[in-house]
């Protein structure tokens, strides 16, 4: 009787929270826009609408979308760069990344070619929406010191001296080419088959700056797994020269251990899976 009362009470919390969520997407103007563009445009960025898309997220992402959309709403945006980075990163949050190396082996060269266009056509109608909402409600937007100082910091992380500075801890990030407005509305109302011809010719550029951001990514990921392990080797000699008792230890190697994971999810945006949770351990954990 104890456990279905635990499980109800579960269930009524998850209902709330989910319930706080849809309560506060409809708070958001700038979500109706984004609506109103999906409408117009075939809903091509989600079936039903967008507010039922991020409902079907896990709440992690939901939040993290919200707290976007916040942002945009009552600061704007520092610069084009940022706006475009805007909406490529709510479109991985609702669709997913096509980053991820595994790809070149699970699916086709077609498979890619579609799942390119389509993130591409979403990306430029997200960008589209969220740049008719600042167009109009440009006066609206808060303006006082803070704001301003993190619009400056964002326009600096977003710039192309940012994008390079981060060297070698990162390669720079290179932004797609651009599908033309008539393609973006053709693509939208015939489908990907229909375009064949004109999309391939995009593509031939495009695919060749996806491989390289899925190389990227891979670097970024060999970087800071090389990282910890020298981050750690060398906290590791000093906590053996400090005679920390096998129990600090413990509870030190713990703490890297979820560290390392949640650096693993930001890096990956997924979780790892089985085989690289093995690795992680063989690098982290050396008690017994």
């Not at 979308?65 to 520092?78: A, D, F, H, Y």
């Not at 088959?193 to 390289?212: G, M, V």
Request: with cysteine; proline share 1%; aromatic share 10%.
């Amino acid at each position: 009787m104890k456990k279905l009362i635990i499980i109800f009470v579960l269930f009524i919390s998850n209902v709330a929270s989910a319930s706080n969520i849809c309560a506060s997407l409809f708070q958001i103007n700038l979500l109706i826009k984004l609506e109103e563009v999906n409408n117009s445009n075939n809903n091509y960025i989600a079936e039903a609408t967008i507010e039922s898309k991020i409902l079907s997220l896990k709440k992690r992402k939901q939040k993290q979308i919200k707290r976007i959309l916040e942002r945009v709403q009552t600061e704007g945006v520092s610069s084009q760069r940022e706006l475009y980075n805007v909406s490529n990163e709510i479109i991985i949050l609702l669709s997913g990344n096509r980053d991820l190396i595994d790809r070149y082996f699970f699916k086709s060269k077609d498979e890619r070619k579609k799942e390119s266009i389509r993130f591409q056509v979403q990306q430029q109608l997200m960008q589209k929406g969220l740049e008719g909402f600042l167009k109009e409600n440009s006066k609206n937007f808060k303006v006082n010191l803070w704001i301003q100082t993190k619009l400056a910091i964002r326009k600096l992380l977003n710039s192309q001296f940012f994008n390079w500075y981060q060297l070698p801890w990162m390669l720079p990030r290179f932004r797609d080419k651009q599908l033309s407005e008539e393609l973006l509305q053709k693509i939208i109302w015939s489908g990907i088959d229909a375009n064949k011809l004109e999309i391939q010719k995009h593509y031939e550029l495009q695919s060749y700056k996806e491989f390289y951001a899925s190389m990227r990514r891979l670097y970024a990921g060999a970087f800071l797994g090389m990282s910890l392990i020298y981050t750690y080797n060398g906290a590791l000699d000093y906590i053996q020269k400090q005679n920390i008792t096998e129990q600090d230890l413990k509870v030190t190697e713990d703490l890297a251990f979820e560290k390392a994971t949640d650096s693993f999810i930001a890096l990956m945006n997924r979780e790892p899976n089985n085989e690289e949770l093995t690795q992680i351990k063989k690098i982290i954990y050396t008690t017994k």
